[in-house]
């Protein structure tokens, strides 16, 4: 498929194929709107944030079989230049509970196949950060995971992986990406249909065998055994995997680390591609939790948990005094996370002196205070956990620096680096811990956030996504995003900003005028400190058409913080009109 063909141009190259039955019926649906057909067929997918991402159905801006197999012809093909031990180490592949997930997976073994590359696939769905931990184990050169993540039912997406288990930064990614761009002919691919592969020795189901191994090692993540034991006949967790593969391990991950009252919300351990009791499988979303809330009620738990379909991200919700649930943040979690881990690690004479924790240049300075707190480093990279991930290898291969905890505002954390990219997983284990260290004590969870509020000042944040769907919308955010820079923001609501971050232009700009260089990669993201402590940033999402501004303040009660956003919020959003 040309890059430089006109939509007109593809789609008829579509029209002409011999699609699956499926595709062509869509394809004849799609005819019936041209601004679909505009969308679809226009350009290629990109890679973003977190891969390639978009809705399944025919086009080269879309999930289907073709785009697949030419994403998997590019890896493939970057692969066949590569010394011969590294092509011989194969790409583990694992995949969701959508549709299509599976096939997905097979046909990118079948497109490896093709070159004489080893696949490694699933026996069926598995989480993300399961992958993630295999790629690790199983030493392969690569890996790639099937999955739309959070997103509606609709969208489907790729991500690779790199060897070291974390997904692909940028600089190898763009090699792929110039291998990709030279499969013109999406529909020439060449693919081995699965008794061929095995055939040729080049396909190995797995399963079983890393669920056991990775679930050795998720049993290494409670730090306080004892603690867990001592209230497990008390405390009550509600667990929900949103129809997907979260399912897969949850009973097991929770009787390892001495959980014995966990109830699992039986509607949404349903595998399901409709996802058809959320309105979006998200646990950022309130709406997933409404099941969970029920039956937390009926049990008394004192803490729900949800993991998002491919089991990377965690929401959760705490128990208040008055019987109903608290939503906690993804940055809260955090910072009750870190807290616990570095007190609990401090009073066993555990803490490093080098320890750090990750996270990204839009997640809250809460935790930052935590950590500091305890003599803790915080490092700030870029949105994508993929930084997070290059952050913990550059510690193992340097020796500098000691890995104790990564998190982004997106409900993302890892706990401990056998697995190199978000785990929820991990963090169920994590979060359950914590829920007991205040049990213990007497105290909620929620008791325990007050007490952090208290000590720490009342961190509130919130993120605002202003959608821009379309190709007519990549355009009215690149005007959205260089107007800030043309009209450089000095004051929000009144209070002056003290200093301006440019991560496009790499640069850190004082009110005084002094310039100095930042030193993370180049990417669009402008972030504003102002002079009451406020953080403000904004960027067009990597993962969805939107532009998302975020605010992180610190203020003395949650209302008094709430409101401070209220009217930053207010000041800023005429920037978003259309
Ligand atoms: O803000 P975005 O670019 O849409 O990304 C939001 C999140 O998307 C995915 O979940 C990525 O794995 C995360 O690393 C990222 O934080």
């Known amino acids: 498929m040309a890059f430089f063909m006109s939509w007109e141009d593809n789609y008829r190259l579509w029209q002409a194929a011999d699609l699956t039955q499926d595709l062509q019926a869509e394809l004849t649906e799609m005819a019936k709107d041209q601004n679909q057909l505009v969308e679809a067929f226009t350009q290629p997918m990109a890679f973003g944030t977190a891969g390639m991402r978009g809705v399944m159905q025919p086009g080269i801006n879309a999930m289907n079989i073709y785009t697949v197999r030419q994403a998997t012809e590019g890896l493939a093909q970057f692969m066949d230049q590569l010394e011969p031990a590294k092509k011989a180490a194969g790409v583990a592949i694992s995949y969701d509970s959508r549709y299509h997930s599976q096939e997905f997976a097979f046909a990118a073994a079948g497109v490896l196949g093709a070159h004489g590359i080893k696949s490694f696939v699933f026996d069926s769905l598995r989480p993300t950060p399961e992958l993630s931990f295999t790629v ?29 288990g974390g997904q692909m930064p940028p600089e190898e990614v763009d090699q792929i990406v110039a291998y990709i761009e ?92 409709e996802f058809a009791t959320t309105l979006f499988p998200n646990p950022e979303f309130p709406q997933a939790f409404e099941l969970a809330e029920q039956l937390g009620k009926n049990v008394k738990a004192d803490l729900l948990i949800a993991t998002d379909p491919d089991a990377d991200r965690l929401g959760a919700a705490v128990r208040q005094p008055n019987g109903d649930y608290h939503l906690l943040t993804g940055n809260q979690i955090a910072a009750l996370m870190v807290n616990y881990i570095l007190a609990a690690k401090q009073a066993m004479n555990q803490l490093p002196a080098d320890g750090c924790i990750v996270k990204s240049i839009v997640s809250s300075e809460f935790a930052t ?16 956990f993929k930084y997070i991930g290059e952050q913990i290898e550059q510690m193992e291969t340097t020796g500098q620096g000691h890995f104790l905890f990564g998190f982004e505002e997106s409900y993302g954390y890892l706990v401990k680096s056998f697995v190199r990219d978000k785990d929820a997983m991990q963090a169920s284990v994590m979060l359950a811990e914590v829920a007991a260290y205040y049990r213990e004590q007497g105290k909620t969870m929620y008791d325990g956030l007050q007490e952090l509020f208290e000590k720490y000042g009342y961190f509130q944040e919130r993120t605002v996504s202003f959608d821009f769907p ?30 301006t971050e440019d991560y496009l232009h790499q640069t850190k700009t004082l009110s005084d ?30 993962t969805e058409p939107k532009i998302k501004l975020y605010f992180g303040v610190v203020g003395k009660s949650v209302e008094a913080s709430q409101a401070k956003i209220d009217a930053y919020q207010a000041a800023l959003a005429p920037r978003f009109k259309n």
């Open 182 to 273: 030279k499969v013109t002919d999406l529909f020439s691919v060449k693919s081995l249909t699965q008794p061929q592969l095995r055939d040729a020795k080049l396909l190995q189901l797995i399963g079983e065998d890393l669920d056991q191994a990775y679930l050795a090692e998720l049993a290494t993540i409670t730090i306080r055994p004892d603690l867990i034991k001592k209230v497990a006949s008390e405390l009550s967790l509600v667990y929900s995997p949103l129809h997907g593969t979260g399912k897969m391990l949850y009973d097991r991950v929770f009787r390892t680390a001495g959980l014995t009252q966990v109830a699992v919300v039986p509607e949404q351990a349903v595998l399901d591609p």
């Open 513 to 542: 005028g002094t310039v100095t260089e930042l030193n993370l990669p180049q990417a669009d993201v402008l972030k504003y400190y102002l002079a009451d402590e406020t953080w403000i940033a904004v960027r067009p999402s990597g």
């Open 136 to 164: 690790r184990h199983l030493k392969t050169y690569a890996g790639i995971m099937i999955t739309a993540s959070h997103n509606p039912k609709q969208y489907n997406g790729y991500k690779i992986y790199g060897s070291d």
């Open 369 to 384: 205070k935590v950590a500091a707190n305890y003599g803790i480093e915080t490092r700030n990279v870029l949105t994508g």
């Open 470 to 499: 379309g190709l007519s919308g990549q355009e009215t955010m690149a005007n959205v995003m260089a107007a800030f820079r043309e009209q450089p923001v000095q004051a929000v609501d009144g209070v002056a900003v003290t200093t």
